[in-house]
C-alpha cells in the first residue's frame, strides 16, 4: 500500500528549529516529486517546498532562506527542516506525493500524509 | 505570483448539481487540479488535468477549464460531499492553491 506518514511536529518558541520527517513506503520516494503542504488552524493550502526526483528543489517565498527540504534514499525518507520559526509558521504540515504522466505532466498529488501539526508560540 | 480565486462558500441541495469555480487569469492555458477536504481529515485529488478522474472517484465529479475560469461540477451531490475544496495549478516552479470553497449540502 502507498503511504506517507508525517512526524517530528510539536511546540516549539520564535526563533527556534524543527525537523518534519516523511516516511513513505509502498513505492520508491526517489521516484516522484515530493512536496511539503501546510494549512494554517481554519485557513487554507499552501505549498511550501519541493524535491524533485533530480534532486532539484524550490521553496515559496514566505520560507526560502528559513526551510530546506531534503530526501535520504537510503531509507525512503523525506524531510524539512525549519529555522528561524514565526508565529505564522503555525500550521499542520502534510507531506505529499505528486505522480506524473511518463510525458512529464503532472497528474497531481495523488498521496497525502494525515499531517503533523507544528505550534509556534511562545 | 499567480493567484487562484474561490468563492468562500457553496450551498447545494441534495440531489442537486453544485459548481464550484476558479478563477485566474488565462487559466484555461493551464492545468487545473481540484481536491477535497473533508472535516478533520487530509485533501484527496478528486480531478486532475482539468477534467481526468482519478480511480475510486465517482463518476459525479467532473471538470473543465477555459478561459479565466475553471469549473468543479458536483453532480447529484450527496450528503458525503460535503467538504472544502481546492483547485491548483502549476505556476514555473510553484505549486498554488486556491483559497478553497467550502461545500455545504443542505
Known amino acids: 500500500e502507498v503511504q506517507v506518514v508525517e512526524s517530528g511536529g510539536g511546540l516549539v518558541q520564535p526563533g527556534g528549529s524543527l525537523r518534519l520527517s516523511c516516511a513513505a513506503s509502498?513505492?520508491?520516494?526517489?521516484?516522484?516529486?515530493m512536496h511539503w503542504v501546510r494549512q494554517a488552524p481554519g485557513k487554507g493550502l499552501v505549498w511550501v517546498a519541493r524535491?524533485?526526483?533530480?534532486?532539484?528543489?524550490n521553496y515559496a517565498d514566505s520560507v526560502k532562506g528559513r526551510f530546506t527540504i531534503s530526501r535520504d534514499n537510503a531509507n525512503n525518507m523525506l524531510y524539512l527542516q525549519m529555522n528561524s520559526l514565526r508565529v505564522e509558521d503555525t500550521a499542520v504540515y502534510y507531506c505529499?506525493?505528486?505522480?506524473?504522466?511518463?510525458?512529464?505532466?503532472?497528474?497531481?498529488?495523488?498521496?497525502w500524509g494525515q499531517g503533523t501539526l507544528v505550534t509556534v508560540s511562545s | 505570483s499567480y493567484e487562484l480565486t474561490q468563492p468562500p462558500s457553496v450551498s447545494v441541495s441534495p440531489g442537486q448539481a453544485a459548481r464550484i469555480t476558479c478563477s485566474g487569469d488565462?487559466?484555461?492555458?493551464?492545468?487545473i487540479f481540484w481536491y477535497q477536504q473533508k472535516s478533520g481529515q487530509s485533501p484527496v485529488l478528486v480531478i486532475y488535468?482539468?477534467?481526468q478522474r482519478p480511480s475510486g472517484i465517482p463518476e459525479r465529479f467532473s471538470g473543465s477549464n477555459s478561459g479565466n475560469t475553471a469549473t468543479l461540477t458536483i453532480s447529484e451531490t450527496q450528503s458525503m460531499d460535503e467538504a472544502d475544496y481546492y483547485c491548483?495549478?502549476?505556476?514555473?516552479?510553484?505549486?498554488?492553491f486556491g483559497g478553497g470553497t467550502r461545500l455545504t449540502v443542505l
Open positions: 505529499a506525493r505528486e505522480n506524473r504522466e511518463l510525458t512529464g505532466h503532472p497528474i497531481g498529488f495523488d498521496n
Open positions: 509502498g513505492f520508491t520516494l526517489s521516484s516522484y516529486w
Open positions: 524535491f524533485n526526483t533530480d534532486g532539484t528543489t
Open positions: 488565462n487559466l484555461g492555458l493551464r492545468y
Open positions: 488535468q482539468n477534467g
Open positions: 491548483q495549478v502549476w505556476d514555473s516552479y510553484f505549486w498554488v
